[in-house]
């Protein structure tokens, strides 16, 4: 016969897991089963509006750690993702968005997933228990102490995440625990922990739900926030965007043009003499500079375009 929570052992994983909140039964779902498919959807959708008040409620910790990733970047570092199964996978997603967007390097803001690449695409069985694997794979990308690294596990519990935040630790990394459980074990291991608790699934420990888009709304708080902060953008455009495809080379055009009020043919002009690069050309005309005085003028400022128009006294 099966043994349920009731009946664990003290110290068994069974105990461990029966208090979170994230594992619990959600009453206003039991009888889910019986309902028909619009009255599943409207479950879900109670279900998942509690999501960002439980997110607010954890802003001044976001803001911390945003606020290291920014000291990180200025110092060299990078931001390391680390995560299993669903939170690794979240944590992927964020950070293959970062250079796309922004402009930033390869490898600025690297993600890190218990049982490798094949774990993208299906489940490695076991590879989450394993602290060891988590340090294995800090050390394998030469973790330094000017990175920064976030551990994300819905539970709190992950054995990957701890041993990769207790090796980090060690390194003197600033760390970050991002949970959904007051109680997670990962805080332990962590300089700031981001805590957000989101309550019971719809389904039962199906923490891919709620647990799932509270992690996804902290991590594009914690790179959007960062990246503003190193001047990636200009008012709210995103000037540092790379026109990687026609899409892009589209929005690097109108980013241009309501930056500057300029025609489309000519933010096209500009573009094309820099390289499609937004930010350069709103400088060039902005400020009526040549096109390597204009980029001087952005250096000086750090690559902050509103600054370096202040410093010149166009803006």
């Known amino acids: 016969m099966t043994k349920s929570n009731h009946d664990a052992t003290p110290g068994s994983i069974s105990e461990e897991m029966g208090v979170l909140t994230s594992e619990s039964r959600n009453p206003s779902t039991q009888d889910i089963d019986l309902l028909p498919t619009l009255g599943i959807l409207e479950k879900i959708n109670d279900a998942d509006s509690g999501v960002p008040t439980a997110v607010r409620a954890v802003l001044p910790e976001i803001a911390q750690a945003a606020d290291k990733a920014v000291d990180a970047f200025k110092a060299g570092g990078r931001l390391i993702y680390m995560g299993a199964g669903t939170s690794g996978r979240i944590g992927l997603l964020d950070a293959v968005e970062c250079p ?46 000017k990175d920064m690294v976030v551990g994300i596990a819905a539970s709190g519990r992950t054995p990957y995440v701890t041993g990769g935040l207790r090796y980090a630790r060690k390194l003197g990394c600033t760390t970050v625990a991002l949970a959904c ?69 589209d929005r690097t055009r109108r980013i241009v043009v309501e930056a500057t009020g300029v025609s489309y043919e000519e933010a096209d002009r500009v573009l094309d003499r820099c390289d499609h690069n937004a930010k350069l050309a709103i400088m060039i005309i902005l400020s009526g500079l040549e096109q390597e005085e204009a980029q001087a003028e952005l250096d000086n400022a750090d690559g902050f375009l509103r600054l370096a128009l202040q410093n010149i006294g166009k803006n």
């Open 181 to 249: 459980n007051k109680s997670a074990t990962i805080a332990k291991e962590a300089d700031i922990a981001i805590l957000p608790e989101v309550g019971p699934e719809v389904l039962t420990g199906s923490t891919r739900m709620k647990a799932g888009t509270a992690q996804k709304l902290v991590l594009n708080m914690l790179t959007t926030a960062s990246m503003i902060r190193i001047g990636k953008s200009f008012y709210n455009l995103m000037v540092d965007v790379k026109a990687t495809n026609l899409k892009l080379v």
């Open 100 to 145: 796309p967007t922004y402009g930033v390097p390869e490898g600025m803001v690297v993600p890190l997933i218990a049982g490798g690449e094949e774990a993208v695409h299906r489940a490695q069985e076991g590879a989450e228990d394993s602290p060891e694997l988590g340090e294995e794979d800090l050390r394998k990308i030469q973790l330094t102490s």
